[in-house]
């Protein structure tokens, strides 16, 4: 990997495309950490600091997480790239169920544009709604659980009306997302990997530090070298399955088109162990924010009947039943986003038009039917590792404590991510090199 970036800053057109990247992801960090208007920076940190001493806040950590802890401080670039990542989601599912979006999927590359322009529209749509809750709940204090009554993030005067400062500041989160989204773009069309994926590990991996030395200072070196060690157990058992596939091979018969022979060549489809890749997990996470974020909606020191069974089972990461419905959801999800994005029977249809045969299987239906079967039995073990690696924070919450879980920064969210858009950068500079050696035998 090493040897590969040093031949990247050696070619001219690579090393232009890696400094581009690195200066839209110093403007990124400088987003990330600049106060949006009408937002008291000092009390800020003040609500932070409070957070920190006290039991967390166990709502926002994985928004927190993917803006860099820009979230928690309401820069400009507080809403991060989730918007997008939700807008995204959302246009992929709607294209099962839209026979519109689904045409304009395999219409290629103009179809492809459209679909672009709409995620581009929705984005800045649930920008405008998330910046509006995230306000209004740090104007209520619950942004911090309830912690900064005494530190008004938002404080009122200025010789100005509450509600424009309030617009000003929706605003101005939402122009951060549309911002966000366009440096991404950026990234993807002139610089290194997929601009929203290394955003996204730009953001993870800025915390990565002071959260760990928060591990050292309060449990010493002994704790946080354990620690160190068992995040490389947990980094090379994710790098194993990543790369882990199951390859069909498949044989094109020859035939002939004008005065040409075509076919005759042999080829495998990869199917990969974890072919969902992170999106159950972010699936899992948002659907069990939901009864935390519900009971923002009752007085803390008066609940009743159920809210008090949500709250011990349903809110706590150290619950059995949080980390029981935690991990069967991200089950489901696996296999729900798998039968969405990966259709056996289309596969098997494109392979049979253009004369292409798995060795012992009949074309058509059978192929569809072996494809499925294949599909649903390695689905499973990638399902399990999911779950495993997702709920790794929660036993880790149970061994340090309450304060250490919330400044453990390698969960297993950050992990998946962090290797994940690791390898894919570091394929795509190895093919950009691959292309620039054998540049001769190209033209």
């Known amino acids: 990997m090493l040897s590969a970036f040093l031949s990247a800053f050696r070619t001219p057109d690579l090393r232009k495309k890696l400094l581009f990247t690195v200066a839209i992801i110093a403007v990124y960090r400088l987003g990330a950490t600049l106060p949006s208007p009408g937002v008291s920076y000092g009390n800020v940190q003040a609500c932070i600091k409070t957070m920190e001493e006290g039991d967390g806040n166990g709502v926002f950590n994985l928004l927190n997480l993917f803006s860099g802890g ?11 790239i989730m ?28 179809g492809q544009a459209k679909i672009t322009q709409y995620t581009r529209y929705l984005t800045l749509g649930l920008g405008v709604l998330q910046a509006s809750a995230f306000v209004a709940l740090a104007r ?10 005494e530190f008004p993030i938002i404080p009122e005067g200025h010789g100005l009306p509450g509600w424009l400062v309030v617009s000003v500041l929706v605003m101005t989160m939402t122009a951060g997302t549309g911002m966000v989204m366009w440096l991404g773009e950026l990234i993807t069309d002139r610089g290194v990997g997929n601009g929203m994926s290394v955003l996204i590990f730009t953001s993870i991996a800025a915390r990565l530090p002071s959260e760990g030395w928060t591990i050292k200072n309060n449990k010493g070196w002994g704790m946080f070298t354990l620690v160190l060690v068992l995040v490389l157990v947990v980094i090379t058992a994710v790098v194993f399955i990543e790369q882990a596939q199951r390859r069909i091979p498949v044989q094109y018969a020859k035939r002939m088109i004008g005065r040409r022979m075509y076919g005759g060549t042999s080829t495998y489809i990869p199917l ?11 699936f899992g ?8 974020l519900l009971l ?16 011990n089972h349903l809110v706590k990461p150290d619950s059995p039943t949080y980390i029981s419905v935690y991990f069967l959801l991200i089950i489901f999800f696996t296999y729900f986003y798998v039968s969405i994005t990966f259709n056996p029977t289309e596969v098997a249809d494109n392979m049979k038009k253009y004369g292409g045969f798995v060795p012992g299987i009949r074309p058509g239906k059978p192929t569809a039917d072996y494809l499925d079967f294949i599909l649903s039995r390695i689905t499973l073990p990638g399902a399990l590792y999911l779950g495993l690696i997702s709920i790794l924070p929660n036993f880790f919450f149970i061994w340090l404590d309450n304060q250490q879980f919330q400044n453990f920064p390698f969960g297993g969210t950050a992990v998946l991510i962090m290797v994940g858009v690791g390898l894919e950068t570091v394929k795509q500079i190895e093919s950009q090199l691959m292309q620039r050696n054998y540049e001769g035998f190209l033209r």
Do not use: H
């Not at 820009?70 to 991060?80: D, K």
């Not at 990969?272 to 972010?282: E, H």
């Open 83 to 110: 918007p997008y990542i939700t807008a995204s989601i959302i246009l992929q599912l709607l294209t099962v169920v839209i026979p519109r979006l689904e045409q304009l999927r395999k219409e290629g590359q103009s």
């Open 272 to 282: 990969k162990v974890n072919q969902a890749g992170v999106i159950p997990v972010i």
């Open 140 to 149: 209520s204090g619950q942004l911090f659980n309830g912690m900064c009554q």
């Open 70 to 80: 820009a979230l928690l401080s309401l820069s400009v670039f507080a809403l991060g």
């Open 296 to 311: 923002q909606f009752f007085d803390q020191n008066n609940l009743k009947g159920w809210q008090i069974w949500v709250s």
């Open 285 to 292: 996470s948002s659907l069990l924010y939901l009864p935390t």
